[in-house]
């Protein structure tokens, strides 16, 4: 039923916008996650939530089979311990990509996709960015909906752009609250500028 909803939504997501090419669902395995993910219900919301959007900015894109199942083999896997109980120190996306590369995962961008899918990287592939610009603009997240629903219509044509307005977003958010900025994204910001 979930899924159903959720392929509904995103066709008349669809219906909206202008595409160059003909429309390919998200199959079904497409939000998959691990057997050994922790997550609760609304995680799992959220992690189809993100899928769906991956899937369809590789649609509008016209990436090529092979990155699109990376972007959402990412997605699947990115917040399946985030509801586990981790040793301190340990954050929910190191605890994930070092178990999905105990389970055979060996692609480099993936598992730094997901490792740092918090924090940002400055060293990620094009897998690590598209994920967290979904992570951050996937429409279940209730704040700035219409702000964030215009800018994940951008990405298929400005994906950089829309990078920089949101790594930005983030740290502004972080300086106005008092509160830390992980080195990790001054650098992910700082290597957005240098491209
Ligand atoms: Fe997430």
């Known amino acids: 039923m979930l899924r159903f909803v959720e ?3 995103a066709t008349l997501r669809g219906l909206f916008r202008r595409r160059r090419g003909p429309r390919r669902l998200p199959a079904a ?14 995680r799992r919301k959220h992690v189809q939530r993100v899928a769906a959007l991956l899937a369809e900015w590789a649609d509008e894109m016209d990436v090529g089979e092979r990155e699109r ?14 509801d586990a109980r981790l040793a301190a120190g340990v954050t929910h996306g190191a605890a994930a990509a070092d178990r999905a590369a105990q389970d055979g995962e060996t692609d480099r961008g993936v598992l730094d996709a997901i ?19 979904a992570d951050a603009l996937e429409p279940g997240r209730k704040r700035a909906r219409k702000r964030r629903a215009r800018l994940a219509e951008q990405v298929p044509r400005e994906r950089d752009g829309v990078l920089r307005k949101v790594v ?10 008092g509160r830390p900025v992980h080195p990790q994204t001054i650098e992910f910001w700082n290597s957005l500028l240098d491209g």
């Open 7 to 9: 392929n509904l939504l």
């Open 29 to 42: 395995r497409d939000f998959q996650m691990p057997s050994w993910a922790e997550a609760g219900k609304e």
């Open 69 to 82: 199942d990376r972007w959402l083999k990412a997605a699947c896997l990115h917040d399946a311990l985030r």
């Open 115 to 133: 490792r740092y899918h918090s924090v940002g990287h400055a060293g990620w592939d094009d897998v690590g960015k598209m994920l967290y610009l």
């Open 168 to 177: 930005a977003h983030e740290i502004r958010r972080r300086l106005r609250a």
